[in-house]
């Protein structure tokens, strides 16, 4: 494969992995609503391992594990009906800092030396989870931030997007397993006792103009969707007609589903399901006493 350093046709090895770095990041980063209403348990998903596609024909399968010891974490309220609601701060995603390839000057100079990558949920979500099976969906609305170093500037990049997440779904890889085989990685729900599972999501392709400017930068200025809008210029085999960046993630780990004790209803005592219905007595009052006959001989 020909390989240059232009704006037009192959770009350099290194160019291009650091292209592939960014966009692999934007995908493992896509990976929880309204205050519960009667929730009686808590649930908590972590995952620490994960692979992604970014364009996969371009691209191919990146793995996506997060950081060692920071593994990326849903949580929150998990009603009996298997109702699950999670506020903006349930969910957390370690930020991480990529240094951009030193030799290559065209990207330095306009990005700087590294940049970090900030995921936040844009509000609270929604979702289920089934204790007897372990299944779990939800919708995670996200915005990604770039955050690059230029000099003498700055420059953070926002994307929003919608990640549909599900407990059914596998994440394929068209011929990149051994001998041309199809790579695969199936999800599976949480199931008791183990809770060992994997969750699979997609989100639809985001489109360069929603791209928003960062913080330190004019907000109603388009400087981000420009750049961002250059992508297909870098990669010489952008699919066709694509103006935005679409993927699918599969992510691994473990649920931890915690209730609280069960207590006996009102009027009872004990544990369930050994509870006794409380017998009160009422206390009684002495009343008059007669004593009849009135008159009388008492033998000795």
């Known amino acids: 494969m020909r390989e240059n350093s232009g704006l037009s046709g192959r770009v350099s090895t290194k160019l291009k992995a650091g292209l592939v770095a960014l966009l692999a990041i934007f995908a493992v980063s896509l990976v929880g609503a309204a205050a519960a209403s009667a929730a009686d348990g808590k649930l908590k998903l972590e995952f620490d391992k994960g692979q992604i596609a970014v364009l996969p024909e371009v691209l191919g399968p990146i793995e996506a594990n997060p950081p060692a010891g920071q593994s990326v974490k849903i949580e929150g309220d998990l009603a009996a009906d298997g109702a699950f609601s999670a506020k903006a701060d349930g969910f957390s995603f370690p930020t991480q800092t990529i240094d951009l390839p030193a030799d290559e000057p065209m990207i330095t100079g306009l990005?700087?030396?590294?940049?970090?990558?900030?995921?936040?949920?844009?509000?609270?979500?929604?979702?289920?989870?089934?204790?007897?099976?372990?299944?779990?969906?939800?919708?995670?609305?996200?915005?990604?931030?770039?955050?690059?170093?230029?000099?003498?500037?700055?420059?953070?990049?926002?994307?929003?997007?919608?990640?549909?997440?599900?407990?059914?779904?596998?994440?394929?890889?068209?011929?990149?397993?051994?001998?041309?085989?199809?790579?695969?990685?199936?999800?599976?729900?949480?199931?008791?006792?183990?809770?060992?599972?994997?969750?699979?999501?997609?989100?639809?392709?985001?489109?360069?103009?929603d791209v928003k400017n960062g913080p330190g930068m004019d907000p109603n200025g388009t400087e981000c969707a420009e750049i961002m809008g250059l992508l297909p210029v870098f990669i010489p085999d952008w699919p066709a007609g694509l103006d935005g960046l679409e993927g699918q993630i599969w992510l691994g780990g473990k649920a931890t589903v915690t209730d609280p004790p069960a207590v006996c209803p009102d009027g009872q005592?004990?544990?369930?399901?050994?509870?006794?219905?409380?017998?009160?007595?009422?206390?009684?009052?002495?009343?008059?006493?007669?004593?009849?006959?009135?008159?009388?001989?008492v033998k000795r």
């Not at 009160?280 to 004593?291: A, D, E, Q, R």
């Open 111 to 209: 990005l700087g030396d590294h940049v970090n990558i900030i995921l936040a949920p844009t509000g609270p979500f929604n979702g289920t989870f089934n204790r007897d099976s372990g299944a779990f969906t939800s919708t995670i609305p996200l915005a990604l931030t770039l955050q690059f170093s230029p000099p003498d500037t700055a420059l953070a990049c926002s994307i929003p997007f919608n990640l549909n997440v599900n407990t059914t779904g596998t994440l394929t890889f068209p011929g990149a397993g051994e001998g041309g085989a199809d790579l695969t990685f199936a999800s599976s729900p949480f199931a008791p006792p183990a809770r060992t599972g994997a969750v699979y999501g997609s989100w639809p392709a985001v489109p360069f103009t």
């Open 269 to 297: 005592t004990g544990t369930p399901p050994n509870c006794k219905t409380d017998v009160k007595v009422l206390p009684g009052k002495l009343g008059k006493i007669t004593v009849t006959p009135k008159k009388g001989k």
